[in-house]
Nanobody, 124 residues
Framework: QLVEFGGGLVRPGGSLRLSCDAS????????MAWFRQAPGAEREFVSA????????YYSDSVKGRFTLSRDNAKNTLTLQMDSLKPEDTGVYYC???????????????????WGQGTQVTVSS
């Protein structure tokens, strides 16, 4: 129900835009989010969007470099990633849940719906 687009290879300092197509979902999410997972690491919170309020939350590691937005007409959640660093490398996942609460939005286990992931590699 969630499909990610836009991963790829980029040099340090470059930009990428990821999109999550949520048009196939059959529920109204309370939050939608992006997580990422590097090899051998746990899935890490990146950013979240409160679907019916518009509040946006970022991890400290991406704040000021990444921008999360929603396209209402296209039912799409977009993550604009600028000033990319090698440590941003990983598989990026879109997630959603109809009942997750604010205190849990940074916890991957709180989301029941996930996309298949898209690879982002930042390397020179």
């Amino acid at each position: 129900q969630l499909v990610e687009f836009g991963g790829g290879l980029v040099r340090p300092g470059g930009s990428l835009r990821l999109s999550c197509d949520a048009s196939g979902r059959t529920f109204s999410p309370r939050f939608m989010a992006w997580f990422r997972q590097a090899p051998g690491a746990e899935r890490e919170f990146v950013s979240a969007f409160r679907w019916h309020g518009g509040n946006i939350y970022y991890s400290d590691s991406v704040k000021g470099r990444f921008t999360l937005s929603r396209d209402n007409a296209k039912n799409t959640l977009t993550l604009q990633m600028d000033s990319l660093k090698p440590e941003d490398t990983g598989v990026y996942y879109c997630a959603a849940d109809p009942s997750i609460i604010l205190s849990n939005i940074r916890n991957a286990r709180g989301y029941n719906y996930w996309g298949q992931g898209t690879q982002v590699t930042v390397s020179s």
